[in-house]
């Protein structure tokens, strides 16, 4: 089964930290998920292949005996992740990331250029799939999400009869 994805910063330097853009698309499934993402170009595109990875093991039920093609138009990203290319120290924790779910997910990553890859294609040319499953997108773990700090209400005013 092909699963793209595809991530970049909105800056003209692509090296500088910015807001950028993560996303993965499954088209056999009409799944095209795309969320902001705080990062270089290429901490963008490692986030949006460990997005990918960690919906497909929230919905292993559905990946089950396929076989994974991980595309992606990031040549760094593949190089780095099949031992081509070293890295560097700022990326080597998200290409050990995906060095730990490889070996437990077993997928190919591959390259596709740019004009291929489907997860960086407008919302309209994904189409959706009416027979799709239900899937869960909570792919992002509790110390990624937004803390909400709750204050303890003050319970002194409460009388107990």
């Not at 095209?32 to 993402?37: D, E, H, K, P």
């Amino acid at each position: 089964m092909k699963c793209y994805f595809y991530g970049s910063n909105l800056l003209p330097d692509k090296l500088a930290k910015n807001r950028g853009l993560i996303s993965f698309a499954i088209p056999d499934y009409g799944v095209l998920f795309r969320s902001q993402y705080e990062g270089n170009r290429y901490e963008c595109e490692y986030a949006a292949a460990i997005a990918l990875i960690r919906f497909v093991q929230l919905n292993q039920e559905h990946f089950q005996g396929k076989v994974l093609e991980l595309l992606t138009d990031s040549p760094i990203v593949v190089y780095q992740v099949n031992n081509r290319i070293a890295t560097t120290k700022t990326l080597q924790r998200f290409r050990d990331l995906i060095f730990f779910y490889k070996r437990k997910l077993n997928f190919e990553l591959v390259w596709v250029p740019a004009g291929m890859n489907r997860a960086s294609t407008p919302v309209a040319e994904i189409g959706t799939n009416p027979q799709s499953p239900k899937f869960n997108y909570d792919i992002f773990d509790e110390s990624t999400k937004r803390k909400i700090i709750h204050k303890p209400q003050n319970k002194s005013h409460i009388k107990v009869a």
